[in-house]
């Protein structure tokens, strides 16, 4: 395989590999995604992202004022199997990038295979890209605010730093440390505080 024989190379060489990992969203053309429309409403395939019905009369308003990092709702609205409008899903980034839902025990279950997967090919660590996104306040509370795209601002967000990362990356951690040698996480992690920082490297 090619990633067998660049790994190989690279240590040969004395450099080092490290795999980049999204662990926040997958591609809206991912199986899990496609499931997901495909099953519609109440489905357990929707239960591994975050959809919601819509506000308003027909819901035909986002589930709550999150915006996108890259402008305008982070909520895209579906059309359902049978041709309705329906349920909206949670994209922090690009509407082809749907959040995963960290709390659905597959999602840990999926991502727990995938380090082992690379780590059995000998990769010396991960970057995590959105390594602060992961975990989302529970019932995705309304911010309340147009602030929130000042992503160096002093307040916890509620899609953003959740406490609840910290019990991932420990696990993963220990996945870790189940191999030789030196593997290392590096983080993506835009934190409102040196001292939420340092939660990432405790």
Excluded: C
Excluded at 1 to 10: C, G, Q, T, V, W
Excluded at 54 to 66: A, S, V
Excluded at 111 to 133: K, P, Y
Excluded at 162 to 179: F, S
């Amino acid at each position: 395989l090619d990633a067998d024989a660049l790994i190989r190379d690279a240590h040969a060489l004395g450099l080092r590999i490290i795999v980049d990992l999204v662990p926040n969203h997958s591609s809206d053309q991912y199986e899990w995604f496609r499931r997901a429309l495909a099953e519609g409403p109440g489905s357990p395939s929707r239960d591994r992202y975050h959809f919601r019905p819509g506000k308003g009369k027909n819901g035909e308003l986002p589930p709550n004022d999150w915006e996108s990092i890259f402008g305008g709702p982070a909520w895209t609205r579906v059309t359902e199997p049978d041709g309705t409008p329906g349920e909206w899903y949670l994209h922090l980034f690009a509407p082809e990038q749907p959040d995963f839902n960290w709390e659905h025990p597959a999602v840990g279950d999926e991502f727990r295979s995938i380090l082992r997967f690379w780590l059995d090919m000998g990769v010396d660590g991960f970057r995590i890209d959105v390594a602060h996104g992961m975990v989302k306040a529970e019932g995705l509370p309304d911010l309340g605010s147009h602030e929130q795209l000042k992503l160096l601002g002093n307040d916890v967000m509620p899609f953003f730093d959740q406490d609840g990362v910290h019990a991932i990356y420990r696990q993963w951690r220990r996945i870790l440390d189940e191999y030789s040698g030196e593997r290392i996480f590096v983080a993506e992690a835009w934190t409102p505080t040196v001292e939420r920082t340092a939660n990432y490297v405790r």
